[in-house]
C-alpha cells in the first residue's frame, strides 16, 4: 500500500447518500451507511491506500458561537446547509457505527466543522513523513486553499 490517506469530509457524504438514496428510502438508517461506506472503499481502492480518516462537524461549531449568523445568507434551499434538527443528522449514529466496524477511523470534535478537522489531519499526515501524501475528498471550496504537491483534493 502507498503512503497516501484520504480524509472525506463525512457530513457532504452524509448529504450526498441522503439524497441519492436515503430521502426515498424505507430504511435509510442502513442504506445511507452502506453507501458511504462504499464510497470510502471506492476512494480507498482508487488511490491504493488502507489509511483513512472521515471527519464529521462537531455539535457546538466555534464559529456559530462567536458569530451566530455564520452562513445564514446561504440558500437554505440547499441540502449541504441544513440545520442540526434536520433528519439527515439522525442517521449520523449509524453511519458511524458502520464506519467503525469497517474499521474506517472517524474523528468529530464538538467545536470544529468536518473540513477544519479534514484540513488539520491531511497537513499533520503529510507533516509525519516527507513520503505521505493526502487525499481529501470534499466538494467545499474552502479545501482548495490545502492543495500542494503532497495534498490534492478530490471531488467524486
Known amino acids: 500500500m502507498s503512503n497516501t490517506a484520504i480524509f472525506p469530509d463525512g457530513n457532504w457524504l452524509?448529504?450526498?447518500?441522503?439524497?441519492?438514496?436515503?430521502?426515498?428510502?424505507?430504511?435509510?438508517?442502513?442504506?445511507?451507511?452502506?453507501?458511504?461506506?462504499?464510497?470510502?472503499?471506492?476512494?480507498?481502492?482508487k488511490w491504493n491506500s488502507s489509511n483513512c480518516s472521515v471527519c464529521f462537524d462537531g455539535e457546538n461549531v466555534f464559529r456559530y458561537v462567536i458569530y451566530p449568523e455564520y452562513k445564514a445568507k446561504r440558500n437554505k434551499n440547499r441540502s449541504e446547509y441544513e440545520t442540526s434538527s434536520d433528519p439527515i443528522y439522525d442517521l449520523l449514529p449509524s453511519v458511524v457505527e458502520?464506519?467503525?466496524?469497517?474499521?474506517?477511523?472517524?474523528?468529530?470534535?464538538?467545536?470544529?466543522?468536518?473540513?477544519?478537522?479534514?484540513?488539520?489531519?491531511?497537513?499533520?499526515?503529510?507533516?509525519?513523513?516527507?513520503?505521505?501524501?493526502?487525499?481529501?475528498v470534499a466538494k467545499d471550496k474552502d479545501s482548495l486553499q490545502n492543495v500542494s504537491e503532497r495534498i490534492i483534493c478530490f471531488t467524486p
Open 98 to 136: 458502520c464506519l467503525n466496524l469497517c474499521g474506517v477511523h472517524v474523528q468529530q470534535d464538538s467545536e470544529y466543522e468536518a473540513d477544519d478537522l479534514v484540513s488539520s489531519a491531511s497537513k499533520k499526515w503529510i507533516a509525519l513523513n516527507p513520503n505521505n501524501k493526502s487525499i481529501i
Open 14 to 45: 452524509l448529504h450526498r447518500a441522503y439524497h441519492a438514496v436515503g430521502k426515498t428510502s424505507n430504511l435509510p438508517h442502513i442504506k445511507v451507511p452502506l453507501l458511504i461506506a462504499d464510497w470510502i472503499f471506492s476512494y480507498l481502492i
